[in-house]
């Protein structure tokens, strides 16, 4: 028999028993037990705690190859890959602030240990709830607003490509010095109000100006970053429009160099081939990462119209929930976001296929060292 009172004494905005109260108390007969957040509270236990872990390590590892890629050996190719490589960096903070130190102590482990094992960071101090909102809200923020910067640099690259052709990587670098100090002083007010309050007789780490206006800052230009990703969505119904005008152009100076032997236009057409595949996999990577943020976006700007106060704690309990498990959508986009750059830029493809091999003969190496080791 569960111990009621472990859950109604409990002084904190979530207790370690919030995915297992609802099953606990419909096993047991209670009437205002509710079915749905049981089901819900199951599905999110489940992801949490069972699949989560897979999908966060491969997240940090395949996200740390991207990065290592990126940086080491295809920084001088082009451009876009410096941001591709920040755009990496942000996708680890995010796992590491919003899935490993919150989401998966607070849920997944007191589901798998039936409430004996849990952290709650949020509410361990005040400093802890100001560090750990500036830290979610950066990594967040600048994740949108790196989108914004990776439509600008194609805006250029496709209207204005002889300007592109001479933009060195020193003005990426500062461009994205720019982005990082934009970011800061849009998560500044979210961390300077973000403290501990009672809501319900209950401690959570929210906002002491619980204003419409801090809210609707925060669900729109932080967390999923609903109005940065709009923007480059919006821009790339344009960018579309032009690369298929472009592909076409290029077919037909494909056909026109058929029967000539120019070897410089040969290679502009290649190399304008390239540029048109590296769009093509920015729109499909900013598309996938709007499509994937969008039911996060939804939940939270639902639960701004809604009065806590004057709703039942099941209600509030199941937006919030579905608003925690929306972010795994999130954690999944980012995962396997190395599958879309290998199988849409070529030398990415060959450098990750070249490290595979190169730790495979390391591991081989170590083996058969270790080995003649034990026989002698």
Not at 24 to 53: D, K, Q, R, W
Not at 336 to 348: A, T
Request: a positive charge; hydrophobic letters at 50%.
């Amino acid at each position: 028999m569960f111990n009621m009172n472990l859950y109604t004494n409990w002084t904190e905005f979530t207790s370690p028993w919030d995915l297992l109260i609802d099953c606990i108390l419909l096993n047991e007969g209670y009437s205002n037990a509710s079915n749905t957040v049981c089901i819900v509270s199951t599905v999110f236990g489940v992801l949490m705690g069972y699949i989560f872990p897979f999908i966060g390590l491969f997240n940090i590892i395949s996200n740390c190859m991207i990065i290592i890629i990126f940086f080491n050996s295809m920084i001088n190719y082009n451009k876009q890959f410096i941001l591709l490589g920040i755009l990496s960096i942000t996708d680890i903070g995010i796992i590491l602030f919003v899935g490993w130190l919150r989401l998966f102590p607070t849920f997944g482990l007191p589901y798998m240990t039936s409430g004996t094992i849990y952290y709650f960071i949020l509410t361990r101090s005040s400093l802890s709830c100001k560090l750990f909102t500036f830290f979610q809200g950066f990594f967040c923020t600048l994740r949108g607003n790196l989108f914004i910067l990776l439509a600008i640099d194609r805006f250029i690259l496709i209207y204005k490509p002889l300007i592109y052709n001479k933009l060195s990587n020193q003005y990426n670098w500062l461009l994205i010095l720019i982005i990082i100090i934009i970011t800061i002083i849009i998560v500044l007010p979210l961390t300077i109000l973000a403290d501990l309050i009672e809501i319900r007789q209950l401690t959570v780490c929210w906002f002491l100006d619980n204003t419409n206006y801090l809210l609707i800052h925060q669900a729109l230009l932080s967390n999923t970053c609903p109005i940065q990703l709009s923007l480059v969505t919006l821009v790339d119904l344009f960018f579309l429009i032009k690369v298929i005008k472009w592909t076409r152009n290029l077919q037909r100076v494909g056909h026109s160099t058929s029967s000539s032997t120019s070897t410089s236009t040969s290679s502009t057409t290649t190399t304008n081939k390239v540029n048109i595949s590296l769009i093509v996999t920015m729109l499909i990577l900013q598309i996938v990462a709007f499509l994937f943020s969008l039911p996060n976006s939804i939940v939270y700007l639902i639960s701004l119209t809604i009065d806590f106060q004057l709703i039942s704690s099941d209600i509030v309990r199941l937006l919030v929930i579905t608003s925690n498990m929306s972010w795994n959508l999130i954690f999944f986009q980012s995962s396997f976001n190395i599958f879309i750059y290998y199988y849409r830029i070529r030398k990415f493809n060959q450098l990750l296929k070249q490290w595979i091999i190169y730790c495979q003969c390391n591991r081989q190496k170590s083996i058969q060292q270790n080995t003649s080791i034990t026989n002698r």
